[in-house]
């Protein structure tokens, strides 16, 4: 009885979750308590969404044709910090995995580290895989994030060869109520 209880329940999670981080059509996204819509002025769409654990969130970024064009799965930790993504194109091929550094006495975000996933770069001693590009990010007097330092770790390549944007939340879109929510 117990172990049918178990199976059912971790069913109904399962359930959750792919309701949740299924396919979503961007003309008719809204916000939820776990969905985030963001329309940007040029016909693009990015939508954030989040599992009931708070242990994943999702962007998809999708063109002004609809047409899905990046898709980045965070893992979070209980405070709502990315510990690590992944990024896909369009096509959900996965590009890019990244990994985020903090500082233990202020929490700040310090470093991100971004890996290709297609291939894996060894250190010269073959032990340790090494990121294609770093960001290091520092901060004023005010605690305000100055814009981050960009290191790219492949000789002949640009920044903007090696995805220049990071992939850092600037903020976490959940932490903003949504647009159809009451006032608490």
Do not use: H
């Amino acid at each position: 009885m117990k172990q049918c209880v178990l199976a059912i329940l971790s069913a109904l999670c399962l359930s959750v979750q792919a309701q949740v981080m299924g396919d979503i059509d961007p003309t008719k996204a809204m916000d939820t308590q776990y969905v985030r819509v963001m329309r940007n002025q040029d016909g693009s769409t990015a939508i954030f969404r989040r599992t009931p654990s708070n242990e994943v969130l999702e962007k998809r970024t999708f063109n002004a044709s609809s047409v899905l064009t990046m898709l980045t799965v965070y893992r979070m930790d209980r405070s709502g910090n990315p510990l690590g993504c992944k990024i896909y194109d369009g096509l959900k091929q996965e590009l890019f995995k990244a990994r985020y550094g903090y500082d233990k006495d202020t929490g700040r975000l310090v470093e991100e580290q971004m890996f290709d996933a297609r291939v894996k770069r060894l250190d010269p001693t073959g032990k340790y895989e090494m990121p294609v590009r770093r960001f290091l990010y520092t901060y004023d007097a005010n605690g305000k994030q100055n814009k981050p330092i960009s290191i790219v770790l492949r000789p002949g390549k640009t920044a903007e060869e090696m995805y220049a944007r990071p992939s850092a939340l600037e903020s976490n879109p959940f932490d903003v109520p949504a647009k159809d929510a009451a006032p608490k």
